[in-house]
């Protein structure tokens, strides 16, 4: 089964707001076997409307739209789907109760351009909405054949009781903008009617999550493999920040059968790059990291100076960190290098902060300071300013310590202040997965 | 001008990846009044490209195109546009000079498939993008005319010196879908040749940055006023986490006038609500913050707990922020805040970590500590468990100190854990901004 998302509305045209129903609603039918195959932002205009539905249903089974649903006159999505399949509106007495009730218990009154919310058109189907006062709108049509294409203005929806729930029929649902309100209708009613109507189609997907390697690189390395894989198995590379994400998705008619051929392509798959894999799917780096330090009943602690933060930010943004992360410092000065991290005075002296001995320094002192079991330490040049011949700009050394080694790897990312601070969290967290991994 | 934005790639189609490439652009665009009229998100198909291209160059004057530019075998948006505007492939010298320093900059091997990024079609304009190995192409056309509706499958483009910049030509801009890439792009060629070909209109944006007030709470106090302007200065309201950002938009013909107004209107603004105004256009709260305790040639420090850093994150975020930012410590543990910050245990046994006497001391600590002027300390419970009856999930402590004075303030906000942090982070650095500013 394949879906178009149509999401109306001016704010997301001007980039007021970010399209994270989009994606929400990619996510959700991409789990359940249908396949997203456009995503449309389009105004609120009649003209854009049809266009789009008349595109959208040439090519889709489903078409979900969002927003355009309120009360004000901005809001027409409603009328554009009741002409554009030749109905007229009828009041939807379920939803006129409910809108009343939503407005009496606010103590609000129950005005004439509110009541309008429950009209509806007479063909389509009402999904109730019980966190909202716009109904979610269902209409059922023959499969359209190509006269879609020349851009017919009017379809006609098939009456409720015309409708069989053919597998040749296309369902428009129409839902509101608002976020919870979308969420809500889609987990109460439509991803359940749609599952209904879901045919044999079955996808796996599972996301290799890889390190320390370019994309280029990586697919130089696995090119064969790449080359070998069946015809309905596609791989996707998702690349980021020194990271790269590859996505196998396999599709065909059994599911288990799909999975096993994943886990046999992953395990051909590790045999090759194995070493720059660090987790699968949803996981990060620094929940790879709070598995093993927790595992192992050990503390983290992390000393950062160009970084400012963002590695300690990383390890307490996974929930449950507060069990084996200690604490941080980070030693934007030279001075609180040395009060705070114990940083020899010397050393600052003859090789600067940003140097391998100040950063292998940094990160013994932090286990030390801290009782800790294992830590970070960064110190680099950020920029944009700060540079110089001998130690440029991008210029940074990270150290990962744990009580029995410190090893420090020195690197040069010549990107924005923003990008480089990014990388060297990045890059600093994978070197202490090597670290804690080398002997697994 | 209007324009459609094409964002090729699947992992947004299957939800993995939220558009902010989409908004991000947009908002850009509509500074600009290049009305955006269609965002459509398609796979890395070429059926699916040619189709968009073909319906998008119907209706907008330009059309900017996100993803499938790098070099493996998935991203083909390149071969596709090579073949819709009916070219051949050639090498672009300066992006290939440009790639093979890319890689050689990084002591790695300028492979066959890297050499391809400089493969470009010959009739496109190359911008050069530095910040990363796929070049951005701009194509000219003639304007098409209806033969594009009925989706003749080739179109020629205009060669180089043949373009003329005529308004009645029509262009297509392919940019990588790596954000900071194609920001950088954006920034400094992309836009920049928009505002070119725009001619003589002029506008003048204005953002207000405001705090500590709801959207809708602010709407009502600036009701009057906003109901006052003139047809040809439009408002936009911009919420995030706490924040409301409001941007003015004056369009005409003389930017010294449109200037002049605009300027009045904010000054009439800030009589309504300038104790929640805290700065304009792109600064930020740290960066206001930054500007402040630098003129005053202090320090300032953090002590976090439930932010994990986020706060000295956000304030080295800015460039610069060496000169007043001394460090910060991430007291996850209750040990640490005793140790490094000096909190009292007693004071941990009778309140609890979370409590005001607690971020109090945090606070005072971490100035005594860091040898700081001001200091921010933050204690909460960001969840998702640990919540009690007496002290729920959301609940957190902000302190912020100067050498004269704590101040203290309980909030609750119930929402993620990711959401808690970032709004804590929020309130914090703006509590500190209204210590720094509250005798000014």
């Known amino acids: 089964m394949t879906a ?201 997907h599972k996301t290799i999550l890889t390190f320390g390697i370019g994309e280029s690189f990586l697919a130089d390395k696995i090119a064969d493999w790449e080359d070998a894989l069946p015809q309905h198995i596609k791989l996707a590379y998702l690349p980021e920040a020194g990271k790269v994400r590859l996505r196998l998705s396999a599709y065909g008619s059994d599911n288990a059968v799909l999975e096993s051929e994943v886990a046999a392509q992953i395990k051909q798959l590790k045999e090759i790059i194995g070493e720059y894999i660090y987790g699968y799917d949803d996981e990060t780096i620094s929940s790879a990291i709070g598995k093993i330090v927790n595992r192992r009943c050990a503390l983290l602690a992390t000393a950062e100076s160009c970084t400012g933060g963002l590695i300690a930010r990383r390890i307490t943004e996974t929930p449950g960190s507060s069990a084996y992360f200690k604490g941080g410092i980070v030693a934007y000065s030279n001075e609180i290098k040395e009060q705070l991290l114990g940083v020899d005075h010397e050393t600052l002296e003859q090789y600067g902060a940003v140097s391998e001995q100040t950063a292998k320094e940094m990160a013994l002192g932090c286990l030390n300071v801290m009782g800790a079991d294992y830590a970070i330490a960064t110190t680099g040049i950020a920029g944009p300013t700060g540079g110089t011949d001998e130690k440029p700009l991008g210029l940074v050394y990270i150290a990962v310590a744990s009580r029995d080694e410190v090893v420090c790897e020195k690197y040069i990312f010549r990107t924005t202040r923003e990008q480089h601070q990014e990388r060297t969290a990045n890059q600093a967290l994978f070197d202490l997965y090597k670290l804690l991994t080398k002997d697994c």
């Open 4 to 204: 178009h998302i149509i999401n109306i509305g001016d704010e997301l045209l001007i980039g007021q707001v970010v399209n994270t129903n989009a994606s929400w609603m990619a996510e959700e039918l991409n789990k359940r076997n249908i396949k997203v195959t456009n995503i449309s932002v389009i105004s609120d205009g009649g003209d854009d409307i049809r266009t789009q539905l008349d595109s959208s249903l040439a090519e889709a089974d489903v078409v979900l739209i969002t927003g355009g649903l309120g009360p004000t006159k901005d809001d027409i999505t409603k009328t554009v789907l009741c002409e554009y399949f030749g109905d007229t509106l009828v009041r939807h007495q379920q939803t006129y109760d409910n809108v009343k009730k939503f407005f009496e218990r606010r103590g609000l009154p129950f005005t004439e351009i509110n009541q309008a919310q429950a009209l509806v058109p007479s063909r389509c189907r009402v999904l109730v909405n019980e966190v909202g006062t716009a109904p979610c709108m269902v209409f059922t049509i023959p499969n359209p054949t190509a006269t879609f294409k020349q851009g017919a203005s009017k379809k006609t929806a098939i009456s409720l009781e015309e409708q069989t729930a053919s597998s040749t029929e296309k369902i428009v649902i129409s839902m509101p903008g608002v976020p919870f309100e979308m969420k809500w209708l889609m987990q109460n009613s439509v991803l359940p009617l749609l599952e209904e109507r879901l045919g044999a189609e079955a996808i796996v």
